[in-house]
C-alpha cells in the first residue's frame, strides 16, 4: 500500500498508541472524529497491515490492536520522520514520541541544531524527547521549526 496522506499515517499511529481499540470499527470512529471522514473499514484494515500491527492481549486480557514494536526498529533507508509518532508542546518545552529505541537518534540531531535554531538542549529516552527552547525562542516557534524538519 503506498501512503498517500502522511498525516492519516501519523494520527493513525499516535491513535494506536494513545488509545485502546479492540476493533478496526472503533479505529474509524477515531480516525473519523479527527477529521478523516472519507475513511473506512477496508482502509483502516490496509493501514494496519501496512503499519505491521497486530491485535494482542493486553494486561486485563483484552484484545487490543497495537504496533509490534520489533516492526517499529529502523532500518539503513528508513526516512528519520517515519520513526516520529507524534510531536506536542506545552508553555515549556516540545515534547517528541518516537517509535521504541528511536528517541535517542532523533535527540542527537535535534542537539546538533542548537541554539541557532532556538534549542537549549534536550533530553532523549526510549521513546520520548523534552526539547528546552533558548532564552529569545517561543516555545511555538521552536515546535513549529521541530515540525517542518520532522515532518
Known amino acids: 500500500m503506498r501512503v498517500h496522506n502522511p498525516e492519516l499515517i501519523r494520527t493513525f499511529k499516535v491513535l494506536l498508541h494513545d488509545s485502546h481499540f479492540s476493533s478496526q470499527g472503533e479505529i474509524v470512529e477515531a480516525l473519523r472524529e479527527k477529521g478523516f471522514d472519507d475513511i473506512n ?18 494486561a486485563k486480557r483484552e484484545m487490543l490492536y497495537c504496533l509490534k514494536e520489533e516492526l517499529a526498529v529502523p532500518s539503513m533507508d528508513s526516512p528519520l520522520a517515519s520513526l516520529v509518532i507524534d510531536i506536542d508542546f506545552n508553555s515549556f518545552m516540545v515534547v517528541i514520541k518516537t517509535t521504541p529505541g528511536a528517541a535517542q537518534i532523533v535527540a542527537r540531531l535535534m542537539d546538533s541544531m542548537g541554539k ?19 532564552r529569545n525562542t517561543s516555545v511555538e516557534k521552536l515546535y513549529n521549526t521541530i515540525k517542518q524538519l520532522l515532518s
Open 116 to 134: 541557532p535554531d532556538g534549542i537549549l538542549g534536550c533530553v532523549g529516552g526510549d521513546d520520548t524527547i523534552f526539547v528546552t527552547p533558548t
Open 41 to 58: 473499514q477496508s482502509k483502516v484494515s490496509r493501514i494496519l497491515n501496512h503499519l505491521g500491527a497486530v491485535r494482542t492481549r493486553n
